[in-house]
């Protein structure tokens, strides 16, 4: 059982833009109206303690969570990765669209093999028609647990956010605390075919908070001025938890989604997937209350298995003359664990600005349909060992009940080469044996596994997919995230997908532009994007314990026939498998 630590025991945190440990940045020469901008990695391992457990994790720079990377709309950034680690480790950089930069797309066995201990890699991009809130992680295994970062665009000079002029800027990143070594976690669960142990606590800033035992002196304190706006910068890197998050006696206004501006609206709770990230304005009251505010996360969840059914919490806390030590603490109410019609209802809300400034160009007609499945599923318990997962099985997770199986070598690197044998092109555009999606799950849950199939898709081709939740294992919410591209959310709905009916239904004049969306529970969503960006792109869940099991498929884009529409050969540096 949980008990709360006291509050007068908790340290202030104060986080605004400028007070992340920053990593050494130098910045040259001009080039193409933006900057070119240098950064370091290294990755290091550094003594941790939280909720009174000290242990040795993977950072960038000694720092957790990891350092913030700023930018502006059209800089170019150069970031040298230097692995101290005994992992292997790629760095992501999540939401950017890397055109024509696929080789710095970071997702190790598909753009790049890893970097190995000893080894390092420069990642060199370009920022192009992108501003607001992303971040970087690490994406090899597990390793993310601990190795995230906030990626800020701001735009160019001389260029106003389309809202008001925040008095401050706030990162704040939902992450989840493991007391156990997180490598160790998922091996056991592919070894055993159970579930993975859940983390023990969730981090605001790396932080749990005081409603965990022993955790009272790891508190975020936001410290806000009377009457001033703050833009509060999102961003869900938790491994496996959708997330409500509130603020106690506030509402906020939601201005941003994955980097790209939305119609302003009003709530007092957010829901925030796994890879995604939300820009919202905080207006603070005027005059300074005498009291203090909670700020809590906690998990949306209806699948089957266990989770890590706790609560962080942050203190929001004014500046007041009267310095109040003992200020009446209040806590805002969040919804059900599986509230489902409350995250419907949040995600139909997000619309494109849609302006003439920041106007959006949704595909009108599509050349290419693909109906996915996403769900779970088994893998037969190999002879002589006893599995743990369901009836004696293995978990297991697929994309039109394909587990994806990662090759030894990279795709982007054997597409690039043609080399045989590494990939096949045989995707299934739809699902290979139809059934009640939503339904009376089939008797038979294996998956297929071992080959690492890809869809192939011609350069400019307009491209819609409809991704399908099923009721195997239980129906639950599935964060899929689209490499190298955005795209436009044009429809969602619960139950089976109809297309006859749906269509019609479709939302092609502001619907929200992002990276990652939610599939919903028992329900399905569909997308649309034009494949303008050559290169071999991963879209998969962001639960990263589904990743892990094979919900995943990669697109390969081919080059189109003007210069600027092929893939550039790869860098000299790199690495090897």
């Known amino acids: 059982?949980?008990?709360?630590?006291?509050?007068?025991?908790?340290?202030?945190?104060?986080?605004?833009?400028?007070?992340?440990?920053?990593?050494?940045?130098?910045?040259?020469?001009?080039h193409g109206g933006g900057v070119t901008r240098h950064y370091k990695f290294s990755i290091r391992m550094k003594n941790i303690t939280r909720l009174c457990r000290s242990k040795s994790i993977v950072t960038v720079n000694g720092k957790f969570p990891g350092?913030?990377?700023?930018?502006?709309?059209?800089?170019?950034?150069?970031v040298k990765v230097v692995n101290h680690v005994p992992n292997n480790i790629s760095i992501h950089w999540h939401g950017i669209k890397q055109l024509r930069s696929g080789w710095a797309d970071g997702p190790a066995y598909i753009t790049q093999c890893p970097i190995q201990t000893g080894q390092s890699y420069v990642y060199n991009f370009t920022i192009t028609g992108q501003r607001g809130t992303l971040f970087w992680h690490a994406h090899f295994s597990w390793m993310r647990a601990t190795v995230y970062g906030p990626l800020i665009i701001l735009p160019r000079r001389n260029e106003s956010y389309p809202f008001i002029k925040p008095y401050k800027e706030v990162p704040i990143l939902f992450g989840e605390w493991f007391n156990a070594d997180t490598e160790a976690v998922i091996n056991q669960s592919l070894q055993t075919g159970a579930g993975p142990n859940v983390s023990d606590a969730y981090t605001l800033n790396g932080l749990p908070g005081p409603l965990y035992n022993c955790s009272g002196k790891d508190t975020y304190k936001l410290k806000v001025k009377p009457g001033k706006t703050y833009l509060l910068r999102l961003i869900n890197a938790a491994l496996n938890d959708e997330l409500f998050f509130s603020i106690a006696n506030h509402s906020v206004t939601v201005v941003e989604a994955d980097a790209t501006y939305v119609k302003p609206f009003v709530t007092d709770t957010l829901v925030i997937a796994p890879g995604q990230t939300t820009n919202v304005l905080l207006k603070t009251k005027s005059p300074a209350p005498d009291a203090a505010f909670y700020m809590l996360a906690r998990p949306y969840f209806t699948g089957m298995g266990t989770i890590d059914n706790t609560t962080v919490a942050g203190i929001l806390k004014y500046e007041n003359p009267k310095n109040l030590e003992n200020a009446p603490l209040f806590k805002p109410s969040l919804p059900a664990i599986n509230a489902t019609n409350v995250v419907a209802n949040f995600s139909n809300m997000f619309k494109s600005l849609a302006?003439?400034?920041?106007?959006?160009?949704?595909?009108?007609?599509?050349?290419?349909?693909?109906?996915?499945?996403?769900?779970?599923?088994?893998?037969?318990?190999?002879?002589?060992?006893?599995?743990q997962g369901p009836n004696g099985t293995k978990f297991a997770a697929s994309m039109n009940n394909i587990s994806f199986a990662l090759p030894t070598t990279a795709l982007l690197q054997s597409y690039f080469f043609s080399k045989n044998g590494v990939f096949t092109a045989d995707f299934p555009d739809s699902p290979l044996?139809?059934?009640?999606?939503?339904?009376?799950?089939?008797?038979?849950?294996?998956?297929?596994?071992?080959?690492?199939?890809v869809e192939v898709l011609p350069f400019n081709a307009s491209v819609e997919v409809i991704m399908q939740d099923t009721s195997i294992l239980g129906a639950e919410s599935h964060p899929l995230h689209l490499h190298g591209y955005n795209f436009y959310v044009v429809g969602q709905g619960f139950g089976n997908f109809d297309p006859k009916n749906d269509p019609s239904k479709f939302n092609l004049v502001d619907p929200v532009e992002r990276n990652t969306i939610?599939?919903?529970?028992?329900?399905?969503?569909?997308?649309?994007?034009?494949?303008?960006?050559?290169?071999?792109?991963?879209m998969h869940c962001h639960f990263d314990v589904h990743l892990s099991w094979g919900l995943r498929m990669a697109w390969i884009v081919l080059d189109g026939k003007l210069p600027n529409q092929k893939l550039p050969p790869p860098p000299s540096d790199l690495p090897k498998c």
Not at 435 to 452: A, K, L, R, S
Not at 518 to 537: C, E, T, Y
């Open 518 to 538: 939610g599939v919903p529970s028992g329900g399905w969503v569909a997308i649309r994007f034009q494949a303008d960006n050559p290169g071999v792109w991963l």
């Open 355 to 387: 302006t003439n400034k920041f106007p959006i160009n949704v595909p009108q007609k599509v050349d290419k349909r693909f109906f996915f499945t996403v769900g779970l599923g088994t893998n037969p318990c190999p002879k002589n060992q006893t599995c």
């Open 433 to 453: 044996h139809p059934f009640n999606y939503t339904g009376t799950p089939p008797n038979n849950t294996h998956v297929i596994n071992g080959t690492t199939k």
């Open 67 to 78: 350092p913030r990377v700023v930018a502006r709309e059209g800089d170019r950034l150069i």
């Open 1 to 30: 059982m949980r008990f709360p630590g006291f509050l007068s025991s908790a340290v202030t945190v104060i986080l605004f833009v400028g007070c992340f440990m920053a990593v050494p940045e130098v910045v040259t020469a001009k």
